[in-house]
């Protein structure tokens, strides 16, 4: 087994086989840090060589460009010619976005050409209060409850706590 929970290897068929059969909503990795999101969403977009993507590191790549060029466009960052197009959205809401950050997010979620899976530390209602109900309501279009995975179990980044 990859992981270190049943259920981890459980989600990860899930979303490997939703993905494999055409599925094209997004998929949640919520909890507490140190639970092993990053590390499984990860395992799923290697499957279909998808992208991941750390949030505040994307919004300031965002930033630049839009600086640069007159053509700027955020769906320039998530977009690609083959498919799928799977992207994760490392960290998403670990800080207080600015506006035109939510814009910018705003932006490549309506861009309906990617498949995105979101971690995050946040709860639903955390989410709709830092980026606004028009975001979450995308990010959960055409999501059933089985999409979201709740992290439990401990911090493996502090085996080594003194
Ligand atoms: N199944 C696993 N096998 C081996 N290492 C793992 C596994 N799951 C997680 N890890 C390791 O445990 C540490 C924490 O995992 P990860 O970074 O995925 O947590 P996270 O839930 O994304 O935390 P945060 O909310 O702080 O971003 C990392 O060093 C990661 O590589
Ligand atoms: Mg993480």
Do not use: C
């Not at 590390?39 to 993507?53: C, D, P, S």
């Not at 750390?54 to 466009?73: I, R, T």
């Amino acid at each position: 087994m990859k992981f270190d929970s049943e259920d981890k290897q459980k989600y990860f068929d899930q979303v490997v086989n939703k993905i494999k059969n055409g599925a094209t909503h997004n998929y949640i990795l919520t909890g507490k840090t140190g639970r092993g999101k990053t590390y499984l969403a990860t395992e799923i977009a290697k499957q279909f060589n998808g992208r991941v993507m750390f949030v505040p590191e994307l919004l300031s790549k965002m930033k630049q460009a839009m600086l640069k060029y007159n053509d700027y466009s955020p769906v320039r960052f998530v977009s690609k010619r083959t498919k799928p197009n799977v992207i994760v959205l490392d960290d998403f809401g670990g800080r207080k976005p600015t506006e035109w950050e939510i814009d910018q997010l705003f932006r490549i979620l309506e861009y309906k050409k990617a498949i995105y899976i979101i971690t995050t530390n946040l709860r639903s209602d955390e989410l709709a209060e830092l980026f606004g109900d028009r975001i979450l309501s995308r990010v959960l279009e055409n999501m059933d409850k089985t999409d979201v995975y709740k992290a439990q179990g401990n911090d493996r980044r502090l085996k080594m706590k003194f």
